[in-house]
């Protein structure tokens, strides 16, 4: 399959130089999902444009809008077809379905709603500001780290490793080595 997707690189690439005079570093192979609602694709517009006027990195700008398409998706999935329908428990129950993410995504998240809702033309669309309530989680950059294995646990990770390879025989030594 990789090779397949490596061909038919080249050959949009190749076609994009022919049709378009254009050399393309990066092509994604999903067609992107369409808004239901022409409202939701409007708002979203709007964003984007707001965004392009404010001083951020191309990267950040298409991680805020990859954010906010994946929102007004859910938004539309639990029936809501105005931005103006929009409330905290939607936002909430939005986020509660983040929750499997770590602390730092999630912020991210909560930082560009915030940000989405402060944009000038949506706050004029919303009776109430709805950024009010999103304050970000404090991030702990060692939050997955456990500051130690029992030794319950390491005896159970030495059972599991097979000794007759060469590579099991190094786990081995290395687990023993930081047991002590």
């Known amino acids: 399959m990789d090779r397949e997707k490596y061909y038919a690189r080249i050959l949009l690439c190749l076609y994009d130089l022919f049709t378009k005079d254009l050399w393309i570093t990066h092509r994604t192979y999903e067609l992107v999902r369409q808004f239901q609602t022409k409202s939701f694709a409007a708002v979203y517009d709007s964003y984007t444009a707001w965004l392009s006027r404010k001083t951020l990195k191309q990267g950040s700008i298409s991680l805020k809008q990859q954010i906010i398409r994946d929102f007004l998706f859910f938004a539309e999935e639990e029936q809501i077809s105005n931005i103006s329908e929009l409330s905290q428990a939607t936002i909430l129950k939005y986020l509660e379905s983040k929750s499997h993410f770590s602390t730092s995504t999630k912020s991210g998240i909560i930082i560009t709603l915030r940000d989405f809702f402060k944009c000038p033309e949506i706050a004029g669309m919303l009776e109430k500001d709805l950024s009010v309530n999103l304050k970000v989680v404090r991030n702990d950059k060692h ?38």
């Open 143 to 180: 939050e997955h780290l456990p500051s130690t294995y029992s030794v319950d646990e390491i005896k159970r990770i030495l059972a599991v490793i097979d000794r007759k390879t060469p590579e099991g025989k190094k786990d081995y030594a290395v687990i023993l080595l930081g047991k002590h």
